[in-house]
């Protein structure tokens, strides 16, 4: 069973809501019921979100984004739909009910940190936890330790002006944390934080994420934070969700020309990996090294290949070594067996625009891992506005799935 789940869920601001329903139902679009004065603020979503993953909803300001995360914890109550959340449907659950699973279960991390001025940033960790009724002493322990989790032990009885803006953010994160709820809602936590201090956010949101497992749901309009942060993303358009999946599969096959539009200017070489791409060791085997060697086994494979790499390197590692040798870089599990190859005319295909139809230009037949094809590391999605982003660092890729 999925730890949340959507089940066709509408939202409507504005005057009869159910019947503005029925008309979207009826095929409706959010601009006819414009006309009259409704705001279609979500439109039919579903969608559900596993334990211990990190699940992305993406879209331009007010494609709903907002809104639909608040009905996921019964802050807005849908037009139509329901929310289950460990089977239990939300939408059913009395106001005294909802609060409950509301104050221990659920936590919420906004965009503006909400931090109170006039308490230290302990009891402002402690904040949650001081709503749900635990006394003062183990509401300090355990603040103190979320505020160890997001590295600011020591600052407990500063003031939350003393804080930079990021430090403040990791104030929200450990109240958030310091409750046990596992279920974490953020919205646009990230967006108002400088550009180098986001990043550090987000590596230690994946860092804290491999300890604690929560069950994440994370807005942002920022496509780069998305393919970073994501297990699974849905993409968001004025109201609808277009297309669910992995960042991988939202580059290579886009659900529509909107879809793609948006990850145009996305680097594939820093997103997509070997495991990603790579096809069957076998398809390696009968070809000729350039000193006239055929290559008949699996060793012979590995022992001719320009390089070995993993499943969760960056393609943009596999350049160099495909220039170098037109036979097929070797990719390793951790007991250094052979599960795939890379042959330099996978490599070029998979970065053209993608093209079901084309031999050899669907990397999904090859694909073999799910959770780790794609590149989460430092760098790894931030192309478009850094190109000559450095590598990166080894062994820092995050096991999401
Ligand atoms: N309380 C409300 N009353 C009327 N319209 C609303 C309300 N909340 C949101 N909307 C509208 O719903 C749409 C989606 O908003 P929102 O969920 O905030 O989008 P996002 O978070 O993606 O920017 C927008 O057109 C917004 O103006
Ligand atoms: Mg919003």
């Keep these: 069973m ?12 504005g005057r009869r809501p159910n019947e503005a329903v029925a008309r979207l139902q009826d095929g409706a679009g959010r601009d006819e019921l414009r006309a009259d004065g409704t705001t279609a603020a979500v439109i039919d979503a579903s969608f559900a979100v596993e334990a211990g993953q990190i699940f992305v909803v993406m879209g331009l300001s007010g494609s709903g984004k907002s809104t639909l995360l608040r009905m996921l914890n019964g802050l807005l109550e849908p037009t139509a739909g329901r929310v289950l959340f460990d089977g239990q449907d939300l939408t059913a659950l009395s106001p005294r009910e909802l609060r409950q699973v509301r104050s221990h279960k659920i936590s919420m991390v906004f965009q503006h940190f909400a931090l109170f001025p006039h308490r230290s940033v302990l009891e402002n960790a402690a904040y949650g936890l001081e709503v749900q009724g635990v006394a003062r002493e183990e509401r300090d322990r355990r603040a103190t330790e979320a505020l160890g989790l997001v590295g600011l032990a020591g600052w407990e009885n500063s003031w939350p002006d003393e804080l930079s803006g990021g430090m403040q953010q990791r104030v929200g994160l450990a109240r958030a944390l310091a409750t046990d709820a596992d279920l974490l809602l953020m919205d646009e936590s990230f967006s108002a934080l400088d550009p180098l201090i986001r990043r550090d956010m987000q590596d230690q949101l994946l860092e804290l994420q491999k300890r ?8 942002t ?12 993303i849905a993409v968001m358009r004025d109201g609808r969700i277009v297309q669910i999946g992995t960042a991988e599969d939202i580059l290579v096959t886009p659900a529509n020309d909107y879809v793609a539009s948006f990850t145009q200017d ?5 997103v997509l990996t070997a495991g990603a791409i790579m096809a069957d060791p076998q398809e390696a085997l009968g070809t000729t090294t350039p000193d006239g060697t055929v290559l008949r086994t699996e060793r012979d494979v590995l022992e001719a290949a320009p390089a070995t790499v993993t499943a969760d390197t960056p393609i943009v590692e596999l350049f160099t070594p495909c220039s170098r040798s037109g036979v097929a870089v070797a990719v390793t599990d951790e007991e250094d067996s052979l599960i795939g190859v890379v042959p330099r005319a996978r490599l070029l295909a998979v970065l053209g625009e993608p093209d079901p139809g084309a031999d050899g230009a669907a990397p999904q037949e090859g694909r073999k891992t799910a959770g780790a094809a794609v590149a989460k590391t430092s760098g790894a999605t931030e192309a478009t506005d850094a190109p000559d982003a450095p590598e990166a660092p080894e062994g820092k890729v995050i096991a999401g799935a």
Excluded: C, P, W
């Excluded at 920022?222 to 994501?230: C, K």
């Design 221 to 232: 309009h920022d496509l780069n934070e998305a393919m970073r942060l994501g297990d699974s």
């Design 2 to 13: 999925s730890r949340l789940q959507a089940e066709h869920l509408y939202k409507v601001f």
């Design 266 to 270: 996305v680097d594939r070489s820093r």
């Design 212 to 219: 604690l497992k929560k069950t994440i749901v994370f807005i």
